[in-house]
């Protein structure tokens, strides 16, 4: 791949630097595969947001045009070969608790756009399904029979009734990010544009999880649960035909957990896991399809992801991670600390169809080719071009950044952990020089990435890069449990912070080998979500680092079991028992148990909406500090989720980041 490297640099990378990245997103290739339209976004700090505009690549001119500048676009599908639908994100002011949602369309040869249709419902994913007919998923809303005043009789609805108080009668009532959920489902329906009707498709007690549609098909996987039933882990397979209005449900929900649907030829496809070895949350999909005896057949066995999990805080956007064609399926891969694309053949082989180091984040297939967004040459996201298997950048989104601000390559490195072999990476400090290393000694950072089952890689990280530009080593690895490897290596279950505690510590002693100018009385350590975790544990069971940066963190298992939005399900999976089974087990395993060991200066992040790991966990661990005399710092964003640091509002991003590396700076610079 061509584009400039770090000696080309001028001016430091800044903290506010983020609000000047543009990120790539949703990915479309028209049916003829000449073009591809996807969505650029980028921070507004004035609206404290993402402006979203319309981008088209094409592939005979190798060409890439805007197409829309209002900064309100949503994605977009394709109507026929010059024609995209797209759905503006502009308040629209509907009626409070009846939401609309508005599609455009535009001729990509005149740019010019209409008004198309409006959908009485709040929609998330759309498809054209020919004859003026749209599959939509959208979200619906289960009346409360048991309020104050209870309805003479049951409506189904997609309006959500507004109340000033919350209601909770069932679990999940909250998810994170989208705040009280109770009595909503995602469910299918098919909009009617000429008769303008709206009817529903799946049953009402379903969450609808993956879906897809050709051919006037429409293929979805969706949960049942009911108030007075658990929501489990599994999915079931079902597909609608518009033109006769025939629903065949393919496959229950009590076997599989499903992660995707598509068509091939015609026949219906699933990706998904029974999790007999490694449980449902762990163990790796394969590729299913449906036998002569209407029985879920296997095609390719897979023991790796089936999606890409490295971590960076330079996305935003959606993610296409697999698409079906006569192939097989074509779907994102963590290998290692890289996001591939790979395809999975009917045959039952497996290819890896890109090999370049970084991480391909969303994809399009074209004529002979794949365009992707993606993480490459230490640089942020730009689209590639993958064709005869050679990769060419095609844009400069972000040249500006890339070629005008220093930054440091990280620096692959292996060492023993505590079975086995791992792969940790090194980012120096900006300006580091090896021979003048033995007279200079250098702070550091010891990062940790959430998941468990995620990864780090080689690729651009923003905060990271803004701390080797202020005279930090960040270090960073992924220890057991990570993703990239097999079904094996990602299973820590009721093994929590025992394993990686060793794979930790070996690395950092690692480093500080492989690099002497490392200062071992400077060492910090963060981290987010998982790696929260790993910060609250690592502090309370050593004392080898200076201070911490603990965000959205977990404090105590038995607490999670009641609070979390993953119910009780993740603790059940991740014990193999429930909380009055085996409470020291949960307790052994928590970081708040050890605490009263605690002697490093802490600063805790947290989000106030934090549904996934609450809040109430960060208050746990600032508080347990501050009783026995520690000094710990307390931030609580307002409004603010779980995706804070990768999706949250830019003002909220940018004093997160000043946060923690004042933090930083603080207690590990001379």
Not at 179 to 202: C, H, P, Q
Not at 289 to 304: I, L, M, S, T, V
Not at 381 to 386: F, N, R, T
Request: proline share 4%; glycine share 10%.
């Amino acid at each position: 791949m061509k584009g400039k490297g770090d000696d080309d640099v001028k001016r430091r990378l800044e903290i506010e630097d983020l609000l000047r990245y543009r990120f790539l997103s949703s990915l479309k290739a028209s049916e003829n595969k000449k073009h591809c339209v996807f969505n650029v976004h980028q921070a507004n700090l004035e609206k404290n947001g993402y402006d979203s505009d319309l981008y088209l690549y094409d592939a005979q001119t190798e060409g890439i045009r805007r197409l829309t500048d209002s900064g309100s676009a949503g994605s977009a599908i394709w109507l026929d070969q010059s024609h995209v639908l797209f759905a503006s994100k502009e308040d629209l002011g509907a009626e409070p608790g009846k939401p609309v949602t508005e599609y455009f369309v535009m001729d990509i040869d005149s740019g010019e756009s209409q008004f198309y249709m409006r959908i009485p419902a709040e929609v998330n994913w759309i498809s054209d399904l020919g004859g003026g007919k749209f599959a939509c998923l959208a979200k619906s809303y289960i009346p409360d029979e048991g309020g104050p005043e209870p309805k003479t009789a049951e409506k189904e609805t997609w309006y959500h009734e507004e109340r000033d108080y919350i209601i909770a009668d069932e679990l999940p009532f909250r998810q994170d990010g989208m705040g009280i959920t109770n009595g909503m489902r995602y469910r299918v329906f098919v909009y009617d544009r000429k008769e303008d009707t709206l009817n529903a498709v799946s049953d009402k007690w379903q969450n609808v999880e993956s879906i897809n549609a050709k051919d006037g098909k429409i293929i979805f996987s969706a949960r049942k649960f009911q108030k007075t039933e658990p929501y489990l882990f599994y999915g079931d397979v079902e597909v609608y035909d518009s033109s006769t209005g025939v629903l065949d449900v393919l496959m229950d929900d009590h076997t599989y957990r499903v992660y995707g649907v598509d068509f091939i030829g015609g026949e219906p496809v699933f990706i998904g896991t029974r999790g007999l070895q490694h449980g449902y949350q762990n163990e790796n999909s394969s590729f299913y399809r449906f036998g002569k005896a209407g029985e879920p057949e296997r095609f390719c066995y897979n023991d790796r992801s089936v999606s890409n999990t490295v971590g960076t805080d330079v996305k935003y956007g959606g993610v296409t991670e697999y698409i079906a064609d006569e192939e097989g399926v074509y779907y994102l891969s963590t290998e290692e600390g890289d996001a591939v694309i790979k395809l999975a053949g009917l045959d039952g082989n497996i290819e890896t169809v890109s090999c370049e180091e970084g991480s391909v984040d969303d994809f399009a297939l074209l004529d002979g080719k794949i365009i992707y967004a993606g993480l490459h040459e230490n640089r942020p996201q730009e689209l590639y071009l993958l064709r005869e298997g050679e990769t060419v950048r095609v844009s400069s989104f972000n040249s500006e950044i890339a070629d005008t601000c220093t930054r440091s390559r990280p620096v692959a490195i292996t060492f023993p952990g505590r079975e086995m072999s791992l792969t940790g990476f090194v980012i120096k400090p900006v300006g580091f020089e090896e021979e003048k290393a033995e007279a200079e000694s250098y702070p550091s950072i010891l990062y940790i990435h959430g998941g468990h089952k995620c990864a780090f890689g080689p690729v651009f990280f923003h905060e990271m890069q803004v701390w080797a530009n202020r005279g930090f080593f960040v270090i960073y690895c992924n220890p057991r449990g990570s993703d990239g490897r097999d079904d094996c290596f990602a299973d820590v279950i009721g093994r929590y912070g025992f394993y990686e505690e060793a794979d930790l510590l070996a690395f950092r002693d690692a480093c500080l080998k492989a690099y002497p100018a490392m200062d071992p009385q400077r060492m910090g350590i963060g981290g987010g979500s998982y790696g929260g975790f790993l910060t609250n544990w690592m502090i309370s069971r050593t004392d080898c680092f200076k201070c911490a940066v603990s965000q959205r963190g977990i404090a105590s298992w038995n607490g999670m079991f009641f609070t979390s939005d993953t119910n009780y399900l993740f603790p059940c999976w991740s014990f193999e028992n429930d909380v009055w089974m085996d409470p020291e087990r949960y307790w052994q395993h928590s970081p708040l148990k050890y605490a009263e060991n605690c002697h490093t200066p802490t600063l805790f992040i947290h989000a106030e909406n934090d549904y996934r790991c609450p809040v109430s966990e960060g208050i746990s661990m600032f508080q347990a500090l501050k009783f026995k005399g520690i000094e710990a710092r307390l931030c609580i964003f307002k409004g603010e989720s779980h995706g804070l640091s990768r999706s949250g509002k830019p003002r909220s991003r940018i004093k997160r980041l000043k946060e923690m590396t004042n933090w930083y700076e603080k207690h590990l610079q001379p």
